[in-house]
C-alpha cells in the first residue's frame, strides 16, 4: 500500500505538531519559567491530578506556518491549556494559562478553548478548578497592531467569557489558583470562584504598576496586589508559598464538595468517637461577658478532628 492511499502524512503532521506544542513557548522561556520558580503549565496539570489521569483538549490548537511546499515550519500553540482528569478518582476539568507565550494574555489566545473548559464543567456537570497565570482580554498592544483595534468596548466574544465564569458558580465547585502576575480577566477568573489561592510570589490586579505610575503613583506588584492586600481585602482566601501547597489547598478543599449541584457530596471514613467528650468546652466560653475567647478553639472541638477547613482567615 503506498503512502498516497493512507493517511499517514496526515497522521505524521499531527505529531510534529504534538511534538512542537510540548515546546510551549521555547526551551529560553521554559527556563526563564522555572528560574522564576514557577512551573509551566503542564507541569502543573501533571503534579495537580492524579498521575497519568489528564486527557487533553485541542492539543494541537494553534498557529502554524508554512512553507511553499505546503509543510508546516512553525508551530504556536493556544496559551491556554485544557481538558479532564481526576483528583482522587473524581473526574474534574482543569484549564491553565501558559505564560511562557505571550505572558498567559487571554487576547493572545484563541478563545473558544477556555470557553469550551467552562462548557464542559457545567455540561458535564464536573468541578473546574482554574490554573491562573496571565492578563486580560480587553485588548493588549500587540493586539491592536494585529487586528486594528482593541476588544474593548465591544467586549470579548459578545461578553460570553466573563458570563461562563460567573454561571460556573451555580453548577459545579470552581477553584480559582494564582500562580503569577495576574491582571484584568485573569483576576477576574481567580476572584469569581467558590475557593481562590494564591502563591506569596504572586501579585493580582485589574492593571499593573506601570498603568497605576502612569497617574503618577509609583507601586511595586506586591505593594498594589501581593498576597497580603488580597487576602486581607478578603479578594482571595488563602496564600501559601508553593504551587505544590496551592496544589494540596485545591484537592482538599474540593473533597468536601459534589461535583455538582446535581449530586451529594462523598463520604469518607471518620476515626473521631461520636460519643468523644471535650471537657474543654465547659470552659472555653468565660461567663464574664467582657471577656474574649477563641472560636477556632471551639470549631475544632465540635467538629470532626482534623476535619476543620477554614477559608479567609486573614480578611479584615
Aim: net charge neutral; proline share 5%; aromatic share 6%.
Amino acid at each position: 500500500m503506498t503512502s498516497g492511499s493512507t493517511w499517514k502524512p496526515e497522521l505524521d503532521e499531527l505529531s510534529r505538531r504534538q511534538a512542537l506544542v510540548r515546546n510551549m513557548g521555547g526551551e529560553a522561556k521554559v527556563k526563564r519559567q522555572h528560574d522564576a520558580g514557577k512551573l509551566t503549565v503542564r507541569e502543573r496539570i501533571e503534579r495537580l491530578l492524579d498521575t497519568g489521569s489528564f486527557t487533553e483538549v485541542g492539543t494541537v490548537t494553534g498557529k502554524a506556518r508554512y512553507s511553499e511546499a505546503g509543510e508546516i515550519v512553525d508551530f504556536t500553540p493556544a496559551n491556554c491549556v485544557f481538558g479532564r482528569g481526576t483528583i482522587e478518582g473524581r473526574r474534574i476539568v482543569v484549564v491553565g494559562d501558559d505564560f511562557t507565550i505571550r505572558g498567559g494574555s487571554a487576547d493572545a489566545t484563541i478563545k473558544e478553548k477556555p470557553i469550551l473548559a467552562e462548557q464542559m464543567a457545567q455540561q458535564f456537570r464536573l468541578p473546574l478548578i482554574r490554573l491562573c497565570e496571565g492578563s486580560g482580554g480587553g485588548g493588549s498592544v500587540k493586539t491592536i497592531e494585529t487586528i486594528g483595534r482593541s476588544n474593548i468596548p465591544n467586549g470579548v466574544n459578545g461578553g460570553q467569557p466573563f458570563e461562563l465564569v460567573t454561571s460556573s458558580l451555580n453548577v459545579v465547585p470552581v477553584i480559582g489558583l494564582g500562580l503569577g502576575s495576574i491582571a484584568g480577566l485573569g483576576a477576574f477568573r481567580v476572584v469569581s470562584s467558590h475557593y481562590s489561592v494564591m502563591t506569596k510570589s504572586s501579585a493580582m490586579f485589574v492593571a499593573g504598576p506601570p498603568v497605576v505610575a502612569a497617574i503618577g503613583q509609583k507601586v511595586t506588584k506586591e505593594e498594589l496586589g501581593g498576597w497580603q492586600v488580597q487576602t486581607r481585602s478578603g479578594a482571595v482566601d488563602h496564600a501559601v508559598d508553593t504551587e505544590e501547597e496551592a496544589f494540596e489547598c485545591a484537592r482538599r478543599f474540593l473533597s468536601y464538595l459534589p461535583s455538582s449541584v446535581y449530586g451529594l457530596p462523598p463520604i469518607v471514613p471518620c476515626d473521631d468517637p461520636v460519643d468523644r467528650r471535650d471537657d474543654d468546652l465547659l470552659d472555653v466560653i468565660p461567663r464574664d461577658t467582657r471577656k474574649v475567647y477563641k472560636m477556632r478553639q471551639i470549631i475544632e472541638s465540635v467538629v470532626d478532628r482534623g476535619s476543620f477547613f477554614e477559608m479567609g482567615r486573614m480578611f479584615g
